[in-house]
């Protein structure tokens, strides 16, 4: 690349301000409205049921060509994108559903004989984690628009307050960065739980171990992006992660650190509160030592210095996992209530509905803490802190910020299916042989597109991140004028979700 060129694009993303949380939250609402509208298709006319050509045309325009849009031709409108997606769902929602039956499904046959049966607990005992598919489409939501821009910022389309800031403020890919490791300490809950749920105790050599079977594949990864990235001369923004560094390297030692950190939970059994602690141990530090000043400006002269940015803002990285997997703690189980005590000492079993009401109430009571507490140490009316937000430190704020916005989505995307799809979630512990039935009511509520970014998404993620470095060396995007670069990002959105798609088609899972 040429020196020149390599300057101008390195200008081009250096020393931005970013936008207003406002602008962010009405561009990220572009996810959940898309979901509407495929869920009012779904609802009312069986659309995806099968899932035929149209169905899959329909599904990546929705829910991958919508989110394109908004941060690109409709970036300065995404109001009135979302009045053009949520009108026809509107319409559609008060027709009368669909009279067209979808195939119908098969269920596991009876045992007649008691030597054919199947044991309880495997068999009648419904699954204590089940799939949760409002989880599965916010993850694959976030991986969409996270793919989406770590090309598109590359042209002039995208708006540069939408681009990473320099050190304060705010903007949609500052969020984007944040959201996924959030969304990581969502899903990671899920093995804590099922260690709780069969009573395991899991030491902490093995945990280290597990750890680093899950690090290590990562720390590759990150070596060969600094190998490519040297050895190519590719454009880099040096004050991201500093020298070396990248985030690969972010994702790859957050493992053990939360392994670490799990021994810590016999003392503070609270991830929320773990979290809040070192995030607000780590801006302590930051505000009343030397600390804030050696990340931003300290002389590159050691390795230490050389990618200062990468190690501290690890601490907060960290922390907004941990606030991931305190989510995750109240949203992966199937029963969040105990059964009821009876004067006649029998036990009751709380309706599914009454667990999906608590499911929402917590949902929406961790945002309300969430949101308060990002309130106050922001605010220069509410709070006494009044602390600019920066994703080059990932200071407390910026802590705060990715794991309100966070919950707030799960708690849209769990308002949507508990709307749209309450068959999801009705299970009893009475059901007996309707698994087949509950995981056909899942996999209906399921963009199939959303599922397939979900399923892979650190391989998705990797070869968009590959095809991003295809492009930049290929092709001039800062001199792409609109149709041009429109061109080029669907194509690219195009293959992507070809991926995806035939990574979940061919059933396979690629794990780190």
């Known amino acids: ?20 949380i406002s602008e962010i939250n009405t561009v990220t609402a572009l996810a959940p409205a898309a979901v509407i509208l495929w869920s009012t298709l779904q609802l009312r006319l069986s659309y995806f049921t099968p899932y035929t050509i149209s169905a899959f045309i329909t599904d990546s325009l929705l829910n991958v060509g919508v989110i394109l849009l908004a941060v690109t031709l409709y970036s300065s409108s995404p109001a009135l994108l979302a009045i053009l997606i949520l009108s026809p769902a509107l319409l559609l929602y008060f027709l009368p559903p669909s009279t067209t039956r979808p195939k119908k499904i098969s269920k596991p046959p009876i045992p007649t004989k008691p030597s054919d049966s199947i ?37 002039r389309i995208f708006p540069r307050r939408f681009a990473k800031v320099e050190t304060w403020g705010t903007s949609l890919m500052d969020l984007g960065v944040g959201s996924f490791v959030f969304s990581a300490g969502v899903v990671s809950a899920k093995a804590i739980l099922k260690d709780r749920h069969t009573a395991r105790k899991t030491t902490l050599a093995r945990r280290l171990y597990a750890s680093a079977r899950h690090s290590l594949p990562l720390l590759v990864l990150g070596l060969g992006r600094l190998w ?16 070396h560094w990248n985030f690969f390297f972010t994702l790859a030692f957050i493992p053990p650190f939360v392994a670490l950190f799990q021994s ?10 773990l979290s809040l602690l070192l995030s607000g141990t780590y801006q302590i530090l930051l505000e009343t030592t030397s600390l804030k000043a050696y990340v931003l400006t300290a002389p590159r002269t050691t390795l230490l210095a050389q990618n200062r940015e ?11 996992f941990l606030s991931g997997q305190a989510t995750g703690i109240y949203v992966l189980p199937r029963n969040l209530l105990p059964p009821t005590r009876l004067p006649n000492h029998q036990a009751t079993a709380p309706t599914p509905r009454q667990q999906r009401i608590t499911l929402l109430t917590r949902l929406a009571t961790w945002s309300a803490i969430w949101t308060t507490l990002f309130v106050l140490s922001t605010s220069y009316t509410y709070g006494p802190l009044a602390l600019p937000i920066s994703r080059r430190l990932a200071n407390l704020p910026y802590h705060l910020w990715v794991t309100a916005f966070n919950t707030i989505q799960l708690t849209l995307f769990c308002v949507i299916e508990t709307v749209f799809f309450p068959a999801v979630h009705n299970r009893d512990n009475n059901s007996g042989l309707d698994k087949v039935a509950e995981s056909y009511e899942a996999h209906k509520a399921t963009s199939r597109i959303l599922h397939a970014y979900n399923r892979n998404g650190l391989a998705v993620f990797l070869v968009a991140n590959l095809l991003t470095g295809v492009v930049n060396l290929s092709v001039g995007t800062l001199e792409m004028g609109r149709v041009g670069a429109m061109g080029v990002l669907g194509a690219y959105a195009v293959v992507v979700t070809g991926v995806a798609v035939g990574l979940d088609v061919g059933g396979w899972i690629v794990k780190f």
């Open 1 to 20: 690349m040429a020196n020149s060129y390599k300057a101008l694009k390195e200008d081009f993303v250096s020393n931005l301000t970013g936008g207003s």
């Open 228 to 243: 490519s990235v040297k050895g190519l001369d590719y454009a880099e923004h040096v004050s991201e992660y500093g020298v």
């Open 119 to 155: 044991p309880p607990a495997s068999h009648d005992d419904p699954d204590p984690f089940p799939v949760r598919p409002f989880i599965t489409t916010y993850r694959g939501a976030m991986m969409v628009i996270t793919c989406l821009a770590i090309l598109a910022v590359d042209f």
């Open 264 to 273: 810590f939970f016999t003392i503070i059994p609270s991830y929320a509160l």
């Open 310 to 320: 990468g190690i501290f803002s690890f601490i907060g990285y960290l922390s907004i």
